[in-house]
């Protein structure tokens, strides 16, 4: 009996700690259905742990500074690079040259400067290279105008002496040889003056030239489109196609060497010797007294060829 009555006792107990269990498990599962918030604090998530990106500032009024000189310098290329084209022939080499060096120097500021002092001082160093270029196409167009207004005088001047030779030639002749000799010193004069006429020049004739005078025919150039030759140089007819013929080429030399050269001295000391043989190249039957070496001709067969010097 008392056995009986200890294991119902054992079952009872064992009832209930079950029964205990059960309820301490069905607590926890629902204890555990709860999720916590993401935006809980202190809890370690995706969104908290992403780096912070550094924040960028943009200086826009320098930007915008920038962007104006740039904008000017830009203008100056483009008027560089016309001129530049437009100068060929006109301007010198070294001119033409020193402007594209600083038209280069401008276009790369162009695209890599970022301070406005740097774009500010290429465009200072552009302005004079543009400014010497436009100086010299303008005297050469200046210089071209005059030259072109002078051989329109001069061809007008050969037509009107032209035509006052034909006009003397259809007149009868004057008996006697006073006549025939002013005749012929008439001819020679506008023999003598075509010629000059021919290399772009005027003759003013005198009894001297430029001081100098004597029986033999003489000639200087003292600038401009006129040359000085003394009046024997017609005295003849024969005279005239020789030592007078000479000595006009000998001065157009002069003339075409300083239209061409800016000076009349090429060659130092010897720029008669030069003329002298420049004029043979010309076309004269020989010099006029100075001579020439073979450096001398090798000077003028460069002028001759557009060269100022070797």
Same mark, same amino acid.
């Given at each position: ?11 009872? $107990? ?8 059960? $309820? ?19 809890? #370690? ?10 924040? %960028? ?9 920038? $962007? ?19 100068? #060929? *022939?006109?301007?010198?080499? #070294? ?34 290279? %543009? ?44 008996? *006697? ?8 010193? =008439? ?12 290399? *772009? ?20 150039? +003292? =600038? ?13 007819? +024969?005279? #005239? ?26 060659? =130092? ?5 030069? +003329? ?6 010309? =076309? ?12 001398? $001709? ?13």
């Amino acid at each position: 009996m008392k056995s009986q009555i200890r294991k119902a006792a054992t079952l009872s $107990m064992a009832t209930v700690s079950l029964a205990a269990l059960a $309820m301490g498990f069905s607590a926890q599962n629902v204890g555990a259905a709860s999720v916590p918030s993401l935006r809980a604090e202190h809890v #370690a998530t995706w969104w908290y742990q992403a780096p912070t990106v550094p924040e %960028v500032k943009v200086d826009l009024a320098h930007m915008y500074a920038v $962007m104006d000189v740039k904008v000017d310098l830009r203008i100056q290329v483009r008027v560089a690079d016309e001129l530049f084209d437009s100068s #060929a *022939g006109k301007a010198t080499d #070294a001119t033409r040259m020193a402007l594209a060096t600083e038209r280069n120097r401008a276009h790369a500021a162009v695209l890599l400067a970022d301070e406005v002092a740097d774009v500010s001082a290429v465009a200072e160093q552009l302005t004079p290279a %543009v400014t010497a270029v436009t100086d010299e196409v303008t005297a050469w167009e200046v210089a071209e105008a005059a030259r072109k207004a002078e051989e329109a005088r001069l061809a007008r001047e050969a037509q009107e002496a032209a035509a006052r030779a034909a006009a003397a030639k259809s007149r009868p002749a004057s008996s *006697g040889s006073s006549g025939s000799s002013s005749s012929s010193s =008439g001819d020679g004069q506008q023999y003598l003056n075509g010629i000059a006429a021919s290399y *772009g020049v005027s003759i003013s004739w005198g009894s001297s030239a430029c001081g100098h005078s004597g029986s033999w025919v003489s000639g200087c150039y +003292a =600038g401009g489109s006129t040359i000085y030759v003394t009046t024997n140089a017609f005295s003849s007819w +024969a005279r #005239a196609k020789g030592e007078g013929r000479n000595v006009v080429i000998h001065e157009s030399a002069h003339f075409r060497t300083r239209q061409q050269c800016g000076t009349i001295y090429v060659g =130092g000391d010897r720029f008669e010797n030069v +003329a002298d043989a420049r004029a043979v190249l010309m =076309g004269a039957g020989s010099g006029t007294g100075y001579g020439y070496n073979s450096s001398d $001709m090798a000077l003028a067969q460069a002028l001759q060829a557009g060269q100022c010097s070797l």
